[in-house]
C-alpha cells in the first residue's frame, strides 16, 4: 500500500463564497430545520470564487468546511452534480467508524484512519450526532487463520490503535453470544455512525460559515478563461472556467476535486493526467430479518486474507437496529449501477481499454468467480456467514441494499490501496489539487483527510 503524492505544475479554477444580501437571507434555515442547499441555476448564470470543490461526498465536504474555517476571508464553493449532496458513496455506506487495524504501518491510510475516527467521535459529541461504539471482533474460525490474527493484532498495535486484545472462545462468547471461533482480535472502539448525517453536519457547518453549496451542477468543463472582464482592474483573478451541461458558468482561482467514483474523468477533464483509473466495484448487502437481529450485537469480520483485495463478508449493525451482512465484491458495469442489471457503454469501455481490469481479473480469477457465485446464490452467501454463526439459514435474510466503491487501478491491474493526491502541467494543472484515491476508510478519515487537505492546499497556492 503506497501512497502517492504527486504536485506537478498545472493550472485549474472554482467558485466564490459569501451569500450577498437577501440571497443568504433566503438560504438561512429556520430554527430547528435542515440547512437549505443552493442550487446550480438558481442565481445569475456566472459566479467567482477564491476556490471551488468539485464533488459534494463527505470527503469534498469536510475538506470545503476545513478551508473556509481555515481561511474565512475566502470565498469558497462546492459543486456537487446531483440535487442532494452524499448520495453515492457516503450515502451508501456501511457507516463503520474503523480502528485503522487493517492498514500498512506508517502507511498515510493508516495514520488517518487512527486520527480520523477519534476525530468523528469528538465531532459527533460536539454536534450531537447519534452513533454506537459496538465494537468488532475479527474472528478466526480455522486454526490455519489464527497465524495472520496474530499478525494483523501486531499491526494494529504498531498502528496505535487503542484498546486492542486477543481473546479466546469463552471470552469470543461473552461478546457475541451465537459467534464461533477459535480466537479473535477484539476491537473496543470501532462503532458506527449514519455518515450522510455526518456529510450534511459538515455542509452545514460550511454554509454557516459563507460556503456556497451549489447542487444540480454536474461539471462537463474546465478551461481557462479567454480574456479578461470588460473593465477588470484585477485583470485574470478568475481565471478557471467551470461549466456545466446547461452552459452555466463558475469562475475560480483554485480547484480541489474530490468526485470520487468520476474522479479520474474529472483529472481528464482538467488536462491532468487520467490515471490511476476508477473501476467500480458493486458490493451487496443482505439484510438479517428483524426476528434474528438478536443474533448479533457488535460487528463480527472474517479474518482478511492478504491473497484477495477485499475483507470479505462481515455482520454490520446499523444505526437504525438493522443488521446488514456482507458486502461482496463483483464488478459494476456502471459507476453508480446499484442493481446487477445496471450497464453503461462508456463505463464498461473504459473499464477495458483504459485500466489494467484485465490483469486484475486474471490475477484473482477464482476469487472473482466465487464472487459472482454468492452475489447470485443467498445460499453460498449463508454457508459462509454460518461459519461464524451457525443458527443463520437462508429463510433468515433478505436482498439488502447496494453500494459502489470507486477503486483506483494502475494499469499493470494493481489496486492502487493508499491516498493518492495530484497536480498536472499546463495553466490548470498549476491551479489545480485532485484527490485521485480516497479509498475506505475514507468516511472515518474524512476529518484528518480534510486537515491534510487544508494544508496541502495552503501550501501549493499560496492562500
Same mark, same amino acid.
Given at each position: 500500500?503506497?501512497?502517492?503524492?504527486?504536485?506537478?505544475?498545472?493550472?485549474?479554477?472554482?467558485?466564490?463564497?459569501?451569500?450577498?444580501?437577501?440571497?443568504?437571507?433566503?438560504?438561512?434555515?429556520?430554527?430547528?430545520?435542515?440547512?437549505?442547499?443552493?442550487?446550480?441555476?438558481?442565481?445569475?448564470?456566472?459566479?467567482?470564487?477564491?476556490?471551488?470543490?468539485? =464533488? =459534494?461526498?463527505?470527503? =469534498?465536504?469536510?475538506?470545503?468546511?476545513?478551508?473556509?474555517?481555515?481561511?474565512?476571508?475566502?470565498?469558497?464553493?462546492?459543486?456537487?452534480?446531483?440535487?442532494?449532496?452524499?448520495?453515492?458513496?457516503?450515502?451508501?455506506?456501511?457507516?463503520?467508524?474503523?480502528? =485503522?487495524?487493517?492498514?500498512?504501518?506508517?502507511?498515510?491510510?493508516?495514520?488517518?484512519?487512527?486520527?480520523?475516527?477519534?476525530?468523528?467521535?469528538?465531532?459527533?459529541?460536539?454536534?450531537?450526532?447519534?452513533?454506537?461504539?459496538?465494537?468488532?471482533?475479527?474472528?478466526?474460525?480455522?486454526?490455519?487463520?489464527?497465524?495472520?490474527?496474530?499478525?494483523?493484532?501486531?499491526?494494529?498495535?504498531?498502528?496505535?490503535?487503542?484498546?486492542?486484545?486477543?481473546?479466546?472462545?469463552?471470552?469470543?462468547?461473552?461478546?457475541?453470544?451465537?459467534?464461533?471461533?477459535?480466537?479473535?482480535?477484539?476491537?473496543?472502539?470501532?462503532?458506527?455512525?449514519?455518515?450522510?448525517?455526518?456529510?450534511?453536519?459538515?455542509?452545514?457547518?460550511?454554509?454557516?460559515?459563507?460556503?456556497?453549496?451549489?447542487?444540480?451542477?454536474?461539471?462537463?468543463?474546465?478551461?481557462?478563461?479567454?480574456?479578461?472582464?470588460?473593465?477588470?482592474?484585477?485583470?485574470?483573478?478568475?481565471?478557471?472556467?467551470?461549466?456545466?451541461?446547461?452552459?452555466?458558468?463558475?469562475?475560480?482561482?483554485?480547484?480541489?476535486?474530490?468526485?470520487?467514483?468520476?474522479?479520474?474523468?474529472?483529472?481528464?477533464?482538467?488536462?491532468?493526467?487520467?490515471?490511476?483509473?476508477?473501476?467500480?466495484?458493486?458490493?451487496?448487502?443482505?439484510?438479517?430479518?428483524?426476528?434474528?437481529?438478536?443474533?448479533?450485537?457488535?460487528?463480527?469480520?472474517?479474518?482478511?486474507?492478504?491473497?484477495?483485495?477485499?475483507?470479505?463478508?462481515?455482520?454490520?449493525?446499523?444505526?437504525?437496529?438493522?443488521?446488514?451482512?456482507?458486502?461482496?465484491?463483483?464488478?459494476?458495469?456502471?459507476?453508480?449501477?446499484?442493481?446487477?442489471?445496471?450497464?453503461?457503454?462508456?463505463?464498461?469501455?473504459?473499464?477495458?481499454?483504459?485500466?489494467?481490469?484485465?490483469?486484475?481479473?486474471?490475477?484473482?480469477?477464482?476469487?472473482?468467480?466465487?464472487?459472482?457465485?454468492?452475489?447470485?446464490?443467498?445460499?453460498?452467501?449463508?454457508?459462509?456467514?454460518?461459519?461464524?454463526?451457525?443458527?443463520?439459514?437462508?429463510?433468515?435474510?433478505?436482498?439488502?441494499?447496494?453500494?459502489?466503491?470507486?477503486?483506483?487501478?494502475?494499469?499493470?491491474?494493481?489496486?492502487?490501496?493508499?491516498?493518492?493526491?495530484?497536480?498536472?502541467?499546463?495553466?490548470?494543472?498549476?491551479?489545480?489539487?485532485?484527490?485521485?484515491?480516497?479509498?475506505?476508510?475514507?468516511?472515518?478519515?474524512?476529518?484528518?483527510?480534510?486537515?491534510?487537505?487544508?494544508?496541502?492546499?495552503?501550501?501549493?497556492?499560496?492562500?
Amino acid at each position: 500500500m503506497v501512497l502517492v503524492l504527486r504536485y506537478l505544475s498545472g493550472a485549474c479554477g472554482g467558485v466564490r463564497g459569501g451569500l450577498p444580501g437577501g440571497f443568504a437571507a433566503a438560504c438561512r434555515p429556520a430554527p430547528g430545520r435542515p440547512w437549505p442547499l443552493c442550487q446550480g441555476g438558481r442565481r445569475a448564470s456566472t459566479r467567482s470564487f477564491d476556490v471551488v470543490i468539485i =464533488g =459534494g461526498g463527505i470527503v =469534498g465536504l469536510a475538506s470545503a468546511r476545513a478551508l473556509i474555517l481555515r481561511h474565512p476571508a475566502l470565498s469558497i464553493g462546492v459543486l456537487e452534480k446531483e440535487k442532494d449532496l452524499a448520495v453515492h458513496q457516503t450515502g451508501h455506506n456501511s457507516g463503520v467508524i474503523h480502528s =485503522g487495524i487493517y492498514y500498512k504501518p506508517e502507511s498515510l491510510k493508516a495514520k488517518l484512519c487512527v486520527q480520523g475516527s477519534a476525530l468523528i467521535y469528538e465531532y459527533c459529541n460536539q454536534k450531537g450526532i447519534s452513533y454506537k461504539q459496538c465494537g468488532k471482533l475479527i474472528v478466526a474460525v480455522k486454526q490455519e487463520e489464527i497465524p495472520r490474527l496474530q499478525a494483523l493484532y501486531e499491526r494494529g498495535l504498531q498502528n496505535g490503535v487503542q484498546g486492542l486484545r486477543l481473546i479466546q472462545q469463552e471470552d469470543i462468547k461473552k461478546k457475541e453470544p451465537y459467534c464461533r471461533g477459535l480466537m479473535a482480535i477484539d476491537c473496543p472502539y470501532t462503532g458506527i455512525v449514519d455518515y450522510r448525517q455526518v456529510a450534511l453536519s459538515f455542509a452545514q457547518d460550511f454554509q454557516e460559515a459563507g460556503g456556497v453549496v451549489m447542487t444540480s451542477f454536474e461539471v462537463k468543463d474546465i478551461e481557462m478563461a479567454k480574456e479578461s472582464p470588460s473593465g477588470s482592474k484585477d485583470g485574470m483573478k478568475y481565471p478557471i472556467v467551470i461549466r456545466n451541461p446547461k452552459g452555466e458558468e463558475v469562475q475560480c482561482q483554485y480547484v480541489v476535486t474530490c468526485a470520487g467514483l468520476y474522479s479520474d474523468r474529472i483529472s481528464e477533464l482538467s488536462g491532468c493526467n487520467p490515471n490511476p483509473q476508477i473501476v467500480p466495484f458493486r458490493g451487496d448487502y443482505l439484510l438479517l430479518k428483524p426476528e434474528k437481529c438478536y443474533l448479533v450485537k457488535g460487528n463480527i469480520y472474517p479474518v482478511p486474507d492478504s491473497r484477495f483485495p477485499f475483507l470479505g463478508v462481515h455482520f454490520t449493525p446499523r444505526m437504525d437496529g438493522s443488521i446488514w451482512l456482507g458486502p461482496n465484491a463483483v464488478l459494476a458495469f456502471k459507476r453508480e449501477g446499484y442493481k446487477p442489471f445496471d450497464f453503461s457503454a462508456r463505463d464498461v469501455m473504459d473499464e477495458i481499454i483504459k485500466s489494467g481490469l484485465i490483469k486484475l481479473v486474471f490475477q484473482n480469477f477464482s476469487y472473482g468467480v466465487n464472487e459472482m457465485y454468492k452475489a447470485c446464490f443467498l445460499s453460498a452467501t449463508v454457508k459462509h456467514l454460518q461459519k461464524f454463526i451457525p443458527e443463520i439459514t437462508t429463510s433468515d435474510i433478505l436482498r439488502g441494499p447496494a453500494g459502489v466503491r470507486a477503486q483506483a487501478l494502475d494499469r499493470d491491474g494493481n489496486l492502487v490501496e493508499d491516498f493518492v493526491f495530484d497536480g498536472g502541467v499546463g495553466d490548470i494543472g498549476n491551479r489545480i489539487l485532485h484527490v485521485r484515491n480516497a479509498p475506505s476508510p475514507a468516511a472515518t478519515s474524512s476529518l484528518a483527510i480534510s486537515g491534510m487537505i487544508a494544508d496541502e492546499v495552503q501550501q501549493r497556492f499560496k492562500l
